[in-house]
């Protein structure tokens, strides 16, 4: 019904940047916290960065200062614009929402996407 899909991962120095997307499909009555977690080997996954509908954010601790997480509500889309990439970003980014779906407008289901892969070397 509802569908998460990912872009704009890949390769990338130290210190570059990459600009990931996020576009939800399906019959979406409305979307509220939209959010981007990554999981690296062998490691947990973890939150990255949360937007409310309202445009409120939070990040991690980690990425505070180097990552933006912005939305299009018209779009039902999410960003996460990443600079100053470091080797320890790498990790599989996954994109991550809470929907309300036009059949059952009031209950709200968490839906992940399957994950873009983002690695910083040289």
């Known amino acids: 019904q509802v569908q998460l899909v990912e872009s704009g991962g890949g390769l990338v120095q130290p210190g570059g940047s990459l600009r990931l997307s996020c576009a939800a499909s399906?019959?979406?009555?409305?979307?509220?916290?939209m959010a981007w977690y990554r999981q690296a080997p062998g490691k947990e996954r973890d939150l990255v960065a949360r937007?409310?509908?309202?445009?409120?954010?939070n990040y991690a601790d980690s990425v505070k200062g180097r990552f933006t997480i912005s939305r299009d509500n018209a779009k039902n889309a999410v960003y996460l614009q990443m600079n100053s990439l470091l080797p320890e970003d790498t990790a599989i980014y996954y994109c991550?929402?809470?929907?309300?779906?036009?059949?059952?407008?009031?209950?709200?289901?968490?839906?992940w996407g399957k994950g873009t892969l983002v690695t910083v070397s040289s």
């Open positions: 991550n929402a809470d929907i309300r779906l036009v059949a059952t407008p009031y209950y709200i289901m968490n839906y």
């Open positions: 399906g019959s979406i009555s409305s979307i509220s916290a």
């Open positions: 937007i409310t509908r309202g445009s409120s954010t």
